[in-house]
């Protein structure tokens, strides 16, 4: 009761979707060229072909302002509208100030305060959660939440583990209250295992173990994987929570109409299906084109099944994902 008021039902809707993947696309023809690898052993281990990489003028908040006026164009709302932005990654601009700040004065949300986020792939799902809260809470109408990523600019270009893994781009959607409305972001479950940090890092550059010759020499800059160890907690804690997310949501797997999981690998993926106990071809895949892009792997995703006409109003929608932290979540959404 608002002053003896019945208050309306209030839902958290994801009103508007954009991407951006840079021009430049590197295929596993030419990664052949550049390290011990082939097309063969990169489709048949990740399902990979192909992947955008950003030129040396874009940085993330380039990329991310590009994606955001695509959604904001699609919630029909200006930049004047926007309370909030959060911008997911883990290859900000710079150390500071925010890439979410240059992404603001790019798009001229001059209303909105701003933030990044750091929890690696995770990073998109951790903001759709927090704007959620402020949102619900009526603190703030309007969010602008952004994946955005050039991982190609820590990825170490002689290590066939890594490289032929990761490509750059970013995706953005527009968050706001809807009044009267069954629907929206129905439930959420995060979490994360710090005993696992090892697992998935970049571990030069930072105040542990700041820019250096040693750091530069090594390669500490670069992302190290244990892709063998990431594998296994990666479908564990992804299904986990993706079930976990729907039973909060008061569903039953059967109700999901698609899963757009994070882009990392297919046999992780396949594995996920396994687990969870949904068909494949529920699932919205398209790291063969993309590869992973770490938090704008979910979101860009999304735009491309909104804007073909694969999720339709009153689709059920399950996101999941894991990032270095460890971190992973997962998030039901009902589609307005």
Partial sequence: MINGVEGKKKAVCITGTGAY???????NEELEKMVDTSDEWIKTRTGISERHLAG???????????????????????????????????????????????????IGAKNAFCLDIEAACSGFVYGLEIVRGWIESGIYKTALVIGAEKLSCVVDWEDRGT???????????????????????????????????????????????????????????????????VFKHAVRCMADAGINAVERAGLDVTDIDWVIPHQANMRIIQAIADKVGI??????????????????????????????????????????????????????????
């Fill in 21 to 27: 993947l840079p021009e430049r696309i590197l295929t």
């Fill in 163 to 229: 490289c032929v893994l990761f490509g750059d781009g970013a995706g953005a959607v527009v968050v706001q209250a809807r009044e009267e409305c069954e629907g929206g972001i129905l439930a959420s479950q995060l979490g994360s295992d710090g005993a696992l940090t090892s697992l998935l890092s970049i571990p030069g550059g930072g105040s542990r173990t700041p820019i250096s010759k040693r750091v530069l020499d090594e390669k500490l800059y670069c992302l190290k994987m244990e892709g063998n160890q």
């Fill in 279 to 336: 068909s494949m071809d529920k699932f919205v895949v398209n790291l063969d084109k993309v590869g992973n892009m770490s938090a704008a792997s979910i979101p860009v995703a999304l735009d491309e099944a909104v804007k073909d006409g694969r999720v339709r109003k009153g689709d059920v929608l399950l996101f999941i994902v894991f990032g270095g932290g460890f971190t992973w979540g997962a998030t039901v959404v009902k589609w307005v």
């Fill in 56 to 106: 040396d003028h874009e940085a993330v908040s380039d990329m991310a302002a590009a994606a955001a006026v695509s959604a904001l164009e699609s919630a029909g709302i200006t930049a004047l509208d926007v309370d909030v932005i959060v911008v997911a990654t883990c290859t900000p601009d710079m150390p500071l100030p925010n890439s979410a700040c240059f992404v603001q004065n790019m």
